[in-house]
């Protein structure tokens, strides 16, 4: 039996794991792994990093699961193979490096925002941010870690294929609205986020040859127009960050056609520690800042109140992080 402060003097030791990675995924180690027959000098050669030290480096990510050693050979791990192999179309290591400078900024600013509050200008909209982020790890994210599900999701409703018209509301890189209209031919759609996204959104939309169906539209939704005539909207975590969420609402009932589907996808926060830890800790920067947080039913009943019928909620463990609520519901 340890002794019980060991519950917490552990933890620090994550922060090792994280650093770990990180370096490994900046020296692009897992794509010289690729190669057969990697020992330790070649990867030296790749590399250019001490010799000691890299394979102190090994042994780390050979902890972590992420390689092997075979007779004196490194080869990676099936998830180090799908993941973080630089250059592939699954890579995920900026989704990775760039959810960590996120959290390392968030822990800087904790103490602070614990003294002295949430400053207004923490509130103030941080849409060059997005747009850079938007260029790499959202993309990355929403195309290899979120669109499988997405597309399984809306594959469940069945008259979906009729639809014509879709909103992609604060859409980021774009990429979930164009997996889905790619996948069905009848239908256009709006992108629709900050207009500092445009230029990346374009670009996504010219990569999925879909110029002729699909439009980029920049504004704030909270002041702006976001259309009319939609079948359907899609709107994941982003309801976070209005202020008024129900007069939001109001405006996604009203641009929909009647009998038009809203898919909501955001994380709710109740107070099982069981169920809600992750999701507590993944949200705690953010709700320091004062940005709004969901507890369970908090959505649905926002939901209700402006007119929607509920056709479905459930949570859902395939999205990054932590579980997920997703509520699908019609005009
Ligand atoms: C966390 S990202 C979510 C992106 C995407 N929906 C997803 O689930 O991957 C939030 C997005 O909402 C956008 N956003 C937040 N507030 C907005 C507003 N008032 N007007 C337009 N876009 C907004 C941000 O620019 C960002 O791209």
Not at 67 to 86: H, M, P, T
Not at 169 to 183: F, Q, R, T, W
Not at 306 to 319: K, P
Request: aromatic share 10%; hydrophobic share 40%; net charge neutral.
């Amino acid at each position: 039996m340890n002794i019980g402060i060991n519950k917490y003097l552990t933890m620090l030791l994550e922060q090792n794991k994280v650093e770990v990675l990180a370096i490994a995924l900046k020296l692009k180690l897992f794509m010289y792994l690729e190669e057969e027959n990697i020992d330790l000098e070649k990867l030296l050669s790749y590399l250019n990093t001490n010799k000691e030290n890299t394979q102190i480096l090994l042994e780390a990510l050979a902890m972590m699961d992420l390689i092997k050693k075979e007779k004196s050979f490194y080869i990676n791990s099936s998830l180090a193979k799908k993941y973080f192999v630089y250059n592939t179309s699954s890579y995920c290591g900026d989704v990775f490096l760039h959810r960590k400078e996120l959290s390392t900024h968030s822990r800087k600013v904790m103490s602070k925002l614990i003294s002295e509050g949430s400053a207004k200008q923490a509130l103030a909209k941080n849409s060059k941010l997005w747009a850079n982020a938007s260029k790499k790890s959202l993309k990355q994210e929403q195309k290899n870690l979120i669109s499988k599900t997405v597309l399984e999701i809306v594959q469940e409703i069945q008259d979906f294929p009729k639809m014509k018209k879709m909103l992609d509301l604060g859409c980021s890189s774009g990429v979930l609205g164009l997996e889905i209209i790619n996948k069905y031919p009848n239908l256009s759609g709006v992108l629709f986020d900050f207009p500092d996204l445009a230029e990346v959104v374009k670009e996504h939309i010219s990569e999925y040859n879909l110029d002729n169906r699909v439009k980029f539209v920049g504004g704030d939704i909270q002041n702006d127009e976001i259309g009319s005539n939609y079948d359907f909207i899609w709107c994941s975590n982003i309801f976070y960050f209005f202020e008024n969420k129900d007069e939001v609402l109001e405006k996604i009932y009203k641009a929909l056609n009647p009998n038009g589907i809203l898919i909501s996808a955001h994380v709710e926060i109740g107070e099982e520690k069981e169920q809600y830890e992750d999701s507590f800790f993944y949200f705690l920067g953010l709700k320091l800042q004062g940005r709004t947080t969901f507890k369970p039913m908090h959505l649905s009943q926002a939901f209700e109140k402006v007119g929607f019928r509920n056709i479905n909620s459930y949570t859902t463990e395939q999205f990054p992080l932590t579980k997920t609520q997703i509520h699908i519901v019609r005009k």
